[in-house]
Structure formats: C-alpha cells, structure tokens
C-alpha cells in the first residue's frame, strides 16, 4: 500500500505540472465529441435495451452487431470471433486499423452483462441527468466512450493513421472455459501491442478522479477436511478425534490469523459439513446431512483468492497448504487452488501511461487522473494483457452501483470519457 501511495503521488505531480494547450486538431477532436453527446447517449439506450447477460448468447451478438456497424461506418476491418459450442459463449468482436504510424494501441470493452435474460431489473431508465439500466456502467457506456473517441479521430482524419485494435469480449462476466481459448485473441493482440488501454466504468478518489494500472487476481480454492465419524461423546478422545468440523474451524481460522496481508485477500463463500455432503458447481447449491449426536465426517469450503502479484500469491498458497497440513487428531485435510484471471501488479511502464493519461485529463480542462486501489476493484480483461503491455483500466463512463438492481451512470461522463480517450489515443498514435 505505501508503494501505491507513492504512484498516486507522482501520477498527481505530473498531472499539475502538465499545462500544455490544445492543438488544432486536439480541439477538433473536442468538438467532435461534443457534436456528437446527443447520439452517443441514443447510442447506449439502443445497446442497453438489449439484454446481454453472459449466458444470453443471441443478446450478446445482438449488442456485438450494433457495435460492429459503428466500427464499420468509420472504417475499420472488423470480425466476429466464434467460441466453440462446448463453451456455449457468444464469441468476440474485433476491429483494427493499421496506418503505420506511432504506437500500436490495445482498446479493450465487453458486450455482456452480469444481467441473465431472466433478471428483473429494468433495461433503461432515463433520470435527468443519470441513467439506470443493465450494464449501462459495466460496460456499455465504457463500450460508447470507445466508439465515439475513435469516430472522432476517423472524423479529423486521425483514425487511418493510427495503428489500433479493439477488442470487444463476450464473455467477460462469466468467463469461457478454457481460458487459454477465450482469451487467446486477447493475448495475441497484446503481444503486439504498445499500450492498453481499459474502458471499464470510472471512478473517483478523494474529489480526483481515478483510474487503475493494478488490479489483484481473481481465483479460488476448495478445501476438503475428513474426519472420523462416531458418536458424539467420543469428540476429543484419543481414538476419535476432532472432526471435520473442528478440523475446518481450525484451518479457516488460521488463513485469518496466519495468511492475511495488503492486498490479499482469501473468503471463504459456502461452508458445507456433516455425515454427507454433496455439492454443483453447475448451480453453486448443495445439501449436508448430519445429526447433533454424530461426530461429522466431511466438510467442504469454497472460496476466492486475490492477490496483487505472483510472488504474493504463491506465499499465500505455501502458507495456507502448511496449515491446512497440520491437522487436528483424526483428521485430514486437503486444499485445491483454482486461477483464473491473473493479477496486474503495479509497474514504472504503468505509471507513465497513467501519468499520460492524466496530462490529457488536465489538458482537456477535467483536472488530474490519480491512481485507484487496486484492493477496490475486482478483476478484469485486461488482466491478461499485463503481463506482455502496460495498461490503464477504468476510462469509461462514471457511475455507481455496477452488478446491482441500481447501477447507473451519469450522463455527462460519456463526453467526457470520450474527449479525454480520443485525446490519448490520437498522442498515442502520432509518430
């Protein structure tokens, strides 16, 4: 945490001493935006009133297309990435334009929603100067700030110029299995890229506003514990033991006491225990069995992991297999380990792209862009770009309440979102 307190530091102290005008172009791609907030707002209620809830396949490339002929209008090359039907996914959209000139810059969205096609919350609900609605934060209106900046470079002739690839995921909230398959594009394009930059919602810190360049992995860990079933009052004897019970108790409360650390944390989200269990990952449900007079044999707990670089995480694990190991009399114990989105830790590369983006910020007339804890935020795609290009995520639009009945966003951050994109994008680019 002191490490990142310094990166918000310098990414302030840049930002402030960053005053330079606008070019001519730069305030015609300004105008542009501005030209354009009426339609980029009709843009997202047309998205937003078609449900993309991972799992809603057709919804998914329904939004995809509406997408796709946006790109296609400003002329870029665009496909459709297909899943394998195994995975029962929707697939991916991806647009280039390669004009030879300045950095290759990575831009990253997602057409799904945590929203299923059953959720009861309302597609779009306009209030003033807010918007509620299914995914209208996380990330439709991230996805319009990515359209309407790249419209506006295309619109000064910036666009053809540049050297860019959007990637615009279908499953981001429920992620494809394999991973190594549903993010292969991602990682190719990132490999080739110079800069990624992240249209997740934005955010404020302290009156600034902020953006991530670290985000803690997202992964998890089953623990199975056995014990010696009996009668009850044998607990604690000799050739009895302690249960699984007990046993589970002591490993969980040892992770708490033993393991935790900054930036690091382990929940343990469904504890199961008795004579039987049985569990569905497919539903996330299961039933126990057990009497009050019966020593209980099996438990199961489910749980998550994050944790901001490898080496963290691999000494958690070191820690957490070490106590799971030291069991109590009659009893064993055993612990699997499940990673899924890898971490972002915080880098030099990182901060400049920040720093960047910030100066962009204070140019545009916005004020300084500081860097967000990565202990708030949860996990994302461009997680999987780390570890080949520096990144920055959470430029989209700003709202509050994202994966809940009340997410929203306020309508004004679309322009914004968008000036301060298209500015980046176009110094990005230059040669």
């Not at 039987?276 to 996330?284: F, G, H, L, V």
């Not at 997410?407 to 000036?419: C, K, W």
Request: zero cysteines.
């Amino acid at each position: 945490m002191k490490r990142f307190a310094v990166v918000l530091a310098s990414a302030l102290l840049v930002a402030g001493a960053a005053q330079a005008q606008l070019s001519d172009v730069e305030q015609r791609i300004v105008a542009a935006v501005k030209q354009r907030s009426a339609q980029a707002v009709d843009l997202l209620e047309k998205m937003v009133r078609v449900n993309s809830g991972t799992l809603n396949v057709e919804g998914v490339r329904e939004v995809g297309h509406i997408t796709r002929a946006e790109l296609d209008a400003i002329g870029m090359t665009t496909r459709w990435e297909e899943m394998p039907a195994s995975m029962q996914r929707a697939g991916h959209l991806v647009a280039t334009v390669d004009g030879g000139k300045g950095q290759r810059v990575l831009l990253l969205g997602h057409l799904d929603t945590v929203f299923e096609k059953n959720s009861s919350v309302a597609l779009w609900e306009r209030r003033g100067d807010r918007v509620r609605g299914q995914g209208v934060g996380d990330m439709k209106g991230g996805n319009v700030v990515i359209l309407e900046a790249l419209r506006a470079l295309h619109s000064v002739g910036a666009l053809r110029e540049a050297r860019i690839a959007v990637l615009f995921t279908g499953d981001e909230e429920r992620t494809g299995a394999p991973l190594e398959r549903s993010r292969a594009t991602l990682v190719e394009l990132a490999k080739q890229s110079d800069a990624a930059l992240s249209f997740e919602a934005s955010t404020r810190l302290g009156g600034n506003y902020a953006a991530s360049i670290a985000r803690r992995s997202s992964g998890g860990w089953t623990l199975s514990v056995r014990g010696r079933p009996g009668h009850s009052a044998g607990v604690f004897a000799p050739g009895q033991g302690y249960g699984a019970i007990y046993e589970a108790a002591r490993i969980l409360n040892a992770f708490r006491e033993q393991v935790a650390e900054p930036n690091l944390t382990f929940n343990p989200g469904l504890v199961m225990g008795g004579t039987s269990i049985s569990y569905s990952d497919e539903t996330a449900t299961g039933a126990a069995f057990g009497k009050t007079n019966v020593i209980a044999r099996d438990v199961m707990v489910r749980g998550d992991l994050r944790f901001l670089s490898p080496e963290q995480g691999e000494r958690a694990k070191q820690r957490m297999r070490e106590i799971v190991a030291a069991n109590l009399p009659g009893t064993t114990a055993t612990i699997e380990f499940r990673d899924s989105y890898p971490p972002m830790p915080p880098t030099e590369a990182g901060q400049r792209l920040l720093g960047a983006y910030s100066r962009v910020s204070v140019d545009a007339g916005f004020g300084p862009v500081v860097a967000f804890d990565p202990g708030m935020r949860g996990a994302g795609d461009i997680q999987f770009a780390a570890p080949y290009v520096p990144g920055v995520d959470g430029l989209g639009a700003l709202g509050s309440g994202s994966h809940t009945d009340d997410e929203d966003l306020e309508v004004a951050s679309i322009e914004r979102g968008a000036i301060r994109a298209a500015l980046m994008i176009y110094r990005l680019t230059r040669p």
